[in-house]
């Protein structure tokens, strides 16, 4: 689609003789006429939010009355429309826009209402094709709950086509030339008020004491702010506020103050006191707390002292300010009246240089409220990028609280990465989060927030770390490096295996998994990284595709007079370099000097350092294995409980089958002759010796007087073949027994695979020492 900046400038200049007179001038008192050009106030762009949309909204300021066109005589009012564009498709209001004419008194609601029908809702322009799945290119939202969203949406290009039709482009231009994508960009709309009185001079003052936009506008506009005095002061501009940071990229440190305002900051101290008891109800304006601080302006005022020196200065032995508080308490009404006032610095560090963003991640207050985004959003990005007087980044003081509140510092690190990714800086932030915050080093140790990770075991936050771009080769003062750490290494393995593969469901549980993640939200910050930093070093060639031109103003400076060699100036630099060409030398010659003296301690140093790498890499190693380790000592001992209670089992059945005690149930010096049991045989005594002999050499027993005399009674044979049957019978049971071995067997490995936890197939290999185990408790 063509640019529209330029489309109805002809045409627009055709209703002038209609504007003039009638809207967007005003005229003296009681005289309209179209050969009038007073001033006029411009049509405003702004953001909005209604029903969860995001909303570009234009205010027009129209003057109309009973006969504005007519000429004279007639009391004339001023009136607003309101005109929507939405940024999620570029639709447009157009029930909205030609409001103008009906205020205009150019045509009526009817007339639009009819032109709707005929041109919109009718319009095969507008109706969907034959498919089923078509929808109309417009949207009748005339009975929206919402009052602000009533009317009939068109797409953009439809929207410009009917405004340059009905000669209302150039009122409507600034609307359609604005970039949806600057929504965060420019200021938010207190309120939408269509056809409606000018507001009244209080209720300006009260617009004007509305929440600030942080955020520049795209077209740099000072803003104004009054305070309680009637003074116009210029709001808030955090971007001046961060650039003016002479102790950048580190926190301001805290003020210092002049005995001879003691009496005066002891009685701020007293005023914050009372501030921070009536904070607890969360219900101070920003005008309650000016108003308390008044009497001490005033004061700061007549002593020629900037309200800051004497308010910002802190409050405990540990240098925090009342913003420390505030952010600690996590209450963005007073942290934000504080910033607004002037009475803190948002970059302001205490004495180990801690920002207010640092004081609020290190509780759960503002995860608790919920608030952390719109206080990130509001105040505390700037400390994003500062560092405390070790050179620790916030991602330092999240990775050392995951340690205790893991759960903490994943919300907090997500909130943060969301806004990073979200935000319209979004290559700017990406850049310097992962150029210069990600890999800093702490200056005591030398580590990075990867070191932290790595040697605590949190594969999650070394991830996200790893996908800022996080060097995993960096070593620290000790020279160990991230990738020392086993954790590292296996995190850096299943990355690896993900981004082969990173759109494969299966690829992306393994990662979770591998990851430790315990939620859905784990999953989507892994994905919502990933893919923002991919795009954002894809976008890295074209990084000037999408900027903005800065509409700075722009202070002209007279020329220098040139200078010639002869000159004075000329003279006094050659001068200046040749004492700077002398100090050079000299601290050349001291330099040599200081690394001959340094050398032997350096040598000493690095073998203190190489000893102690080798000690931190030992230690991160082993305290894997002995996390393994105490998981294998737990099962040992339930499993030693377990054999000591079969032992007691196997006991009390002994007792109880042999009906013997404990002496006769095992005696160790009982030895007993194995060969002599081998040739005794249990019947020889029943053994008939002339019928045995012949039957043993295969012979047939004849029945003589002899061996008939040498036969036992008949009733000592029928008892002797009783028994004999019934041992025969034994013997088939058990014969039978023995041959249902494997399934007997299969029942004894259960019970001892449920007894000592092991698994059924490996209690085979542990029956020896398990028996050894028994015998040693007996």
């Known amino acids: 689609m063509d ?42 762009v702004c953001s909005a939010v209604y029903s969860g949309q995001k909303f570009l909204q234009l205010t027009v300021p129209l003057v109309a009355g009973d006969s504005a066109r007519k000429g004279n005589g007639h009391t004339l009012s001023q009136s607003s429309v309101m005109v929507l564009r939405r940024v999620q498709d570029s639709y447009v209001n157009v029930s909205q826009m030609l409001q103008i004419l009906v205020v205009l008194e150019h045509y009526t609601a009817d007339q639009l209402g009819a032109f709707f029908r005929n041109e919109i809702t009718s319009n095969t322009q507008y109706l969907p094709e034959s498919s089923a799945n078509s929808l109309p290119l417009f949207n009748d939202f005339s009975s929206h709950e919402v009052h602000q969203i009533r009317g009939l949406w068109i797409p953009f290009d439809k ?58 506008s795209p077209t740099k506009k000072r803003k104004t702010t009054t305070n309680i005095n009637g003074v116009q002061a210029p709001k808030l501009n955090f971007n ?55 009497t001490i302006f005033e004061k700061c005022k007549a002593q020629g002292v900037p309200p800051s020196t004497i308010l910002d200065v802190h409050l405990d032995n540990r240098g925090k300010t ?12 007073l942290a934000r009246s504080l910033i607004q006032l002037k009475i803190c610095s948002p ?171 315990d939620d859905d939200i784990d999953d989507y910050l892994v994905s919502l990284v990933h893919t923002g930093v991919e795009f954002w070093k894809k976008s890295i060639p074209f990084s000037h595709v999408g900027e903005l031109e800065e509409q700075d103003d722009v202070v002209s400076k007279p020329n220098d007079k040139e200078l010639t060699p002869t000159s004075e100036v000329s003279s006094s630099s050659l001068l200046s370099n040749k004492i700077f060409k002398s ?26 350092n190489r000893e102690l790498r080798d000690a931190t ?16 000592m737990t099962q040992v001992d339930t499993m030693k409980l377990q054999m000591m209670n079969l032992n007691d089992k196997m006991q009390m059945l002994k007792r109880e089958l042999g009906n013997v005690g404990d002496e006769d149930a095992f005696n160790p010096e009982w030895e007993v002759d194995t060969a002599s049991l081998e040739k005794y045989d249990a019947d020889e005594p029943f053994i008939i010796k002339g019928i045995y002999d012949k039957l043993v050499k295969g012979e047939e027993a004849q029945p003589t007087p002899d061996l008939i005399q040498s036969l036992p009674p008949s009733e000592v044979l029928r008892a002797r073949l009783r028994a004999y049957e019934e041992v ?20 004894f490995k259960k019970v001892v695979s449920s007894c000592t936890g092991v698994d059924i197939n490996e209690v085979d290999e542990l029956l020896d020492g398990l028996l050894e185990a028994v015998e040693g408790q007996q």
């Not at 190693?621 to 002995?626: D, E, Y």
């Open 322 to 333: 009342a913003l420390h508080y505030a952010a600690t308490l996590a209450n963005e009404k």
């Open 728 to 747: 025969n019978s034994n013997l088939e049971k058990e014969l039978e027994n023995l041959v249902d071995y494997g399934e007997l067997t299969a029942q």
């Open 583 to 608: 100090i050079q030398d000299l601290l050349s010659n001291t330099n040599e000097e200081y690394e001959k003296v340094i050398h032997s301690k350096k040598a000493e140093i690095n073998n203190l």
């Open 3 to 44: 640019s529209p900046q330029h489309i109805g400038d002809t045409t627009a200049n055709s209703i002038s003789s209609q504007l003039y007179g009638t809207h967007l001038h005003r005229t003296t008192p009681g005289v309209a006429t179209a050969s009038a050009v007073p001033k006029h106030a411009p049509p405003k």
């Open 347 to 517: 970059v302001r560090g205490d004495n180990k240089g801690e920002s207010p963003l640092t004081a609020t991640i290190q509780v759960t207050n503002a995860m608790q409220k919920g608030n952390f985004p719109d206080m990130l959003d509001a105040w505390l990005w700037p400390n994003l990028w500062l560092f405390d007087n070790k050179n620790q980044s916030f991602l330092h003081y999240l990775i050392q609280g995951a340690s205790k509140n893991p759960k903490s510092s994943k919300f907090y690190l997500g909130k943060i990465l969301e806004w990073v990714i979200a935000s319209p800086q979004k290559k700017q932030h990406l850049d310097t989060l992962c150029n210069k915050v990600v890999n800093a080093q702490e200056t005591q140790r030398g580590n990075t927030a990867l070191h932290l990770a790595g040697e605590n075991g949190l594969k999650w936050f070394v991830f996200l770390l790893l996908e800022l771009d996080a060097d995993v080769t960096l070593a620290n003062n000790m020279g160990v490096r991230p990738n020392s750490f086993d954790c590292v290494n296996q995190v850096v393995d299943a990355r690896k295996a993900f981004k082969n593969n990173p759109t494969s469901p299966a690829t992306t549980a393994a990662l979770l998994e591998a990851l430790e993640a």
């Open 617 to 632: 890499i030992v230690t991160a190693n082993n305290r894997l294995i002995a996390k393994n380790i105490a998981s294998k």
């Open 240 to 294: 001046i506020l961060v650039s003016s940071n002479t102790n950048y990229p580190y926190t301001l440190p805290p003020l210092s103050f002049d005995d001879k305002h003691r009496g005066l900051i002891a009685e701020a101290k007293l005023v914050l006191n009372e501030i921070f008891k009536d904070a607890e109800k969360d219900n101070l304006s920003s005008e309650d707390v000016e108003s308390r601080f008044h």
């Open 159 to 216: 929207a410009i086509s009917i405004a340059v039709k009905f000669d209302i482009y150039k009122l409507i231009k600034p609307l359609f030339l604005v970039d949806v994508h600057d929504f965060d960009k420019l200021p938010k709309s207190d309120s939408s008020v269509v056809a409606v009185s000018p507001p009244s001079p209080s209720k300006r003052v009260l617009a004007d004491q509305g929440p600030d936009s942080f955020a520049d």
